[in-house]
T-cell receptor
């Protein structure tokens, strides 16, 4: 009963370094999302995917790339980290795009860029 | 675009008190979701509402889908310390695959 699993839980990067955040879901959900959460800003959508092999931009996509090579995994990459990318990152998934299919979230990755 | 406004932004209440918070939008939503986020964890779905006027309970929590479809309310009765957290409303962005989230209501319960 893992649901949505994110790794790593914490990470500290130096400016300019790169890293990949991994999201895995075991619910056979079609749709997957990456959000970032900053104080006073709520949850903002970075990128999302409507199925294996597809990705699309959300509200704040700049500085991030994503890939969905397998249905159960959704990777978020930072090619050259900046201090403005210090945030908590949440992955979420849902079974369908219908209104009665809610989002299920992972427990987040706390990223600090110095 | 569609936006969700939550109020209040934060609340400090005594244990045992009832809590009310709301979420409003300038546009119509066909689904309202309420999530709770505990410190250090991801949001967890509390209640989902799919029909205007619907009133749904989950233990001490009750949520209502406003009749105009532009608002929703969440009530917590007899609050306890574990109710501490951030409560988010959310709804699907019409015509897209995306969800819109409110900025959250931060609840603190004083024992």
């Amino acid at each position: 009963n893992a649901g949505v699993t994110q790794t790593p839980k914490f990470r500290v990067l130096k400016t300019g370094q790169s890293m990949t955040l991994l999201c895995a879901q075991d619910m056979n959900h079609e749709y997957m999302y990456w959000y970032r959460q900053d104080p006073g800003m709520g949850l903002r959508l970075i990128h999302y995917s409507v199925g294996e092999g597809t990705t699309a931009k959300g509200e704040v996509p700049d500085g991030y790339n994503v890939s969905r090579l397998k249905k159960q995994n959704f990777l978020l990459g930072l090619e050259s980290a900046a201090p403005s990318q210090t945030s908590v990152y949440f992955c979420a998934s849902r079974r369908t795009a219908q209104g009665n299919s809610p989002l299920h979230f992972g427990n987040g990755t706390r990223l600090t860029v110095t | 675009g569609q936006q969700l406004n939550q109020s209040p932004q934060s609340m400090f209440i005594q244990e045992g008190e009832d809590v009310s918070m709301n979420c409003t939008s300038s546009s119509i939503f066909n689904t309202w979701l309420w999530y709770k986020q505990d410190p250090g964890e991801g949001p967890v779905l509390l209640i989902a509402l799919y029909k205007a006027g619907e009133l749904t309970s989950n233990g001490r929590l009750t949520a209502q889908f406003g009749i105009t479809r532009k608002d929703s309310f969440l009530n917590i009765s007899a609050s306890i310390p574990s109710d501490v957290g951030i409560y988010f409303c959310a709804g699907p962005n019409s015509g897209t695959y995306k969800y819109i989230f409110g900025t959250g209501t931060r609840l603190k319960v004083l024992a």
